[in-house]
């Protein structure tokens, strides 16, 4: 069993910034693959960014270049940093680990809210 916490999340000025981290509670980096996810009132949720187990990563094309997924391995924590925010970006925010060796298992965090107004 893996849990993820979010945190980070909040309101925002259009064009701010916001940095979400997701602490898994265990070492998990090596055999799972972590993704941002988001899902904002009355739409699906969709892929914002994923980091594979070897460091790659993977980017929606509506946050390319704005968006930046990193982790550290010594704290079990993988972040979001989220520059030049718009209104559109304002959904909850979801992270995701998907093991990638053995039985396809997911973990999701709870949620984080981020907020940007105009």
């Known amino acids: 069993q893996v849990q993820l916490v979010e945190s980070g999340g909040g309101l925002v000025q259009a064009g701010g910034s916001l940095r979400l981290s997701c602490a898994a509670s265990?070492?998990?980096?090596?055999?799972?693959?972590m993704g941002w996810y988001r899902q904002a009132p009355g739409k699906q949720r969709e892929l914002v960014a994923t980091m594979s187990t070897g460091g790659s990563t993977n980017y929606a094309d509506s946050v390319k270049g704005r968006f930046t997924i990193s982790r550290d391995n010594a704290k079990n924590t993988v972040y979001l940093q989220m520059n030049s925010l718009k209104t559109e970006d304002t959904a909850v925010y979801y992270c995701?680990?998907?093991?990638?060796?053995?039985?396809?298992?997911?973990?999701w965090g709870q949620g984080t809210q981020v907020t940007v107004s105009s």
């Open positions: 265990r070492s998990i980096f090596s055999i799972y693959a």
């Open positions: 995701n680990a998907r093991r990638q060796i053995g039985s396809r298992i997911d973990y």
